[in-house]
């Protein structure tokens, strides 16, 4: 035990930490009658604030109802307002991006970056182009980056942005004008010490390049304020790769605890962009069979499962700019699509949702349940609504949440930090040493935080719990402000 605290609670395991009333810690009565959380009540006020904002709300109540019993341990939390200060972003940048279409017409779009924490280190997380983007989600996501950054044990605080603009069939000059456009409004807010951004849906190597090239020249300084930069200004190898590499990661030490392997078993992926493909390749890599991908106008069903060829077709439908998966049935003979659909109704031994969130709602988590899945671990953030969650747990299937499943990335981006500011590049394999490291590093967390009296580990409980731990000790650390 750590000099000046105060042996563990006999009930809840809750250890003084030598700035609490001792007699409060150590009397559960007294202690809970003065210090409990009201999720309903911070929950009904957030509403009142922010009305409509369903996804932000939904992700802040996942957590706060996983935090209840280890923040009521902890009277210094409520003292300073830890939950009511960490659910509100520090800061919100919004503005309307002008930009010039290929046609000549003037076209307008909302611009945002939601700055939600930076306890543990400068702002960090991507930025969304996608035509659903709007403040809700940019929260729901720059809430949950803040927790998942933590759990990485890197020095980033989190941070989201994106905008309301769809890169679907436009030309590479309209992208370029609009990631240019978008950053002349944002660059004043980054900085390698500050924020610093990075991909996520519809943002990749090349519209991170554009928007690195502007920054660079607006503030005239090279100091790496973008992370999956290209390789030859800056990049990590291995970025790319990272999230889906780190989520097959994952689920092997899933595996591990329960003595099982992947060899051989049956995977369905949903989404076909950049966090699919590296899912798809690790898992074909390591002996699993993936049996189905997906994109907004329905999934394929491909029973021989995706081989190299096939994971690089990947690559070029997305290229292609019209976000769909159609012709890959066309392409693979064997290979069957279904329009509308997704692919949860398959049977399958695993199951990876790599592409929106909410993708996996509660009927869909039934069917997978009554087919006799096994795992499903969220690659995507918040893939699975409460309703999927409640369906997983209630039926004892492994469940991993997507802020310990997919930190990879943002680990990675970490490492890119890292080498950025030591202007070095390291090779391949060191990358991928160190993203197996963290992610098994993780994966402890949950264990340690989550594992129920029962056996079963809550992954999502443990990866709330330890995340929660981190963030709220280091703004107790910082004093109140
Ligand atoms: O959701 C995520 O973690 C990302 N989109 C990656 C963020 C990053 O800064 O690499």
Known sequence: ?????????????????????????????????????????????????????????????????????????HPEFERNKIVERMVEPDRIVTFRVTWIDDKGEVQNNIGYRVQFNNAIGPYKGGIRFHASVNLSILKFLGFEQTFKNALTTLPMGGAKGGSDFSPRGKSDREIMTFCQAFILNLWKHLGPDRDVPAGDIG??????????????????????TFTGKGLSFGGSLIRPEAT??????????????????????????????????????????????????????????????LDSEKINYMLELRASGNDIVAPYADKFPGSTFFPGRKPWEQKVDIALPCATQNEVNGDDAKQLVANGVKLVAEVSNMGCTPEAIDTFLAARITYAPGKAVNAGGVATSG????????????????????????????HQQCVDHGTEPDGYINYMKGANIAGFMKVANAMMGQGVY
């Open 244 to 305: 889906g590499f780190g989520a097959l990661y994952f689920v092997q030490s899933i595996l591990a605890t329960q003595n099982k392997d992947i060899k051989g078993k049956t995977v369905a992926i949903s989404g076909f962009g950049n966090v699919a493909w590296g899912a798809a390749l690790k898992a074909t890599e390591l002996g699993a069979k993936v049996v189905t991908i997906s994109g907004p106008d329905g999934y394929i069903y491909d029973p021989a499962g």
């Open 415 to 442: 490492l890119e930090m890292s080498q950025n500011a030591e202007h070095l590049q390291w090779s391949a394999e060191e990358v991928d040493q160190r993203l197996h490291a963290i992610m098994a590093n993780i």
């Open 1 to 73: 035990m750590d000099a000046g605290k105060g042996p563990p609670h006999p009930a809840t395991g809750a250890v003084n930490t030598g700035t609490e009333h001792p007699e409060n810690i150590h009397n559960p009565t007294l202690y809970k009658a003065l210090k409990s959380m009201d999720i309903n009540k911070i929950m009904a006020d957030l509403e009142a604030k922010h009305p409509g904002e369903k996804e932000y709300l939904q992700a802040v109540k996942e957590v706060l109802m996983s935090v209840e019993e280890v923040y009521n341990q």
């Open 203 to 224: 943002v990749g190597g090349r519209e991170v390049g554009y928007m690195y090239g502007m920054y660079k020249r607006l503030a005239n300084e090279c100091t790496g």
